[in-house]
Structures are given as C-alpha cells and as structure tokens.
C-alpha cells in the first residue's frame, strides 16, 4: 500500500513537472512566433530591401522535397491555396519567382527562385542567423549546437504530429 502511495505521488510530481516544462515551451514558442511577426522583422531589418511578407514563401520554396507548385507552397506555409496563390503573383510581380511549365504535366507550374530571388533568400538567411547568433553568441559551443539538435527534434516532432505520421 505504501509503494502505491508513493508511486502515485512520483508520477504525480513527474507529469507536473511534464506540464510545467511543456508550459514553458508553449510560452517560448509564443514569444518566437512575435517576434518573428511582420512588424518585428521589419523594425530589426531596419533598411534592408527584403519584403517580410515574402519571407516564408521563398523559404516554402526552397524547402522542397521535390518542386515547388502553388499547392505545395500553400501546404509548407499551412495557408489556403488563394492566399499561397496571391503571394506567388506578388512574388513573380517583384521579380523573385517564376513560373515554369512542368515536363512532366504541361498544365502544371512549378515555382523556382529567379536570380534576384536567390540573392533575396540568401540575405535573409544571412539576416536571420545574423540575429539567431547574437541571440546565443554568449552561449558556449556545445551548448549551440544542443539547443539546434533539441529544436530540430521538436520542430521534427512537432511537424509529423500536423502531418498525422
């Protein structure tokens, strides 16, 4: 009887401590999806050329596997297909993207980046690791390269649980 109690109250402070971690988490993740916000960036970027909006479409570009179409953007972004459809237009406007027929299926587009949309992805992945470092600069090696392969596990977890894997 003894060993039940006990028991009890071990798994009980455990999946409190669980809850507390995971609240902990759930309110770290709030406080990167703000400052991550358009408005954020765009006070951090100061005077770069980068549109904030088009940020996460050439990232859902990139991502890949495979081809980039409308549809596969809009899913990468967990958007619906108009709004994908209307930051491609824009997009292919501001001279980043282009459309290209598919060999495979000529009724089909696919996306890729034109030469302007490559160097604009490569300044923002440059701006965002230049932030992402000075977040962690004070913060020993080992410990950088823990919190990457902590976050890549979670963000890896986190993706197949949306994707019903």
Excluded: K
């Excluded at 401590?17 to 100061?46: K, L, P």
């Excluded at 859902?60 to 972004?77: F, H, I, K, L, N």
Aim: hydrophobic share 40%; net charge neutral.
């Amino acid at each position: 009887m003894c060993f039940d109690n006990n028991m009890h109250l071990y798994m009980y402070h455990r999946d409190m401590e669980d809850s507390q971690a995971v609240a902990a988490v759930e309110r770290a993740m709030v406080a990167i999806r703000r400052s991550q916000s358009r408005r954020a960036i765009q006070r951090i970027a100061g005077g770069t050329q980068i549109d904030p909006a088009l940020f996460g479409l050439i990232d859902a570009v990139e991502e890949g596997p495979g081809a980039a179409t409308v549809g596969s953007v809009a899913d990468r972004m967990g958007i619906d297909q108009p709004r994908a459809s209307r930051l491609v237009a824009r997009a292919v406007d501001a001279g980043l993207l282009r459309r290209v027929a598919d060999p495979e299926d000529g009724r089909r587009s696919t996306l890729e980046l034109t030469g302007l949309g490559v160097e604009q992805a490569d300044q923002v992945h440059r701006f965002r690791r230049e932030i992402f470092g000075t977040a962690m600069r004070a913060w020993p090696e080992h410990d950088q390269r823990e919190f990457a392969r902590l976050l890549g596990a979670f963000v890896g977890a986190l993706g197949r649980r949306y994707r019903g894997e």
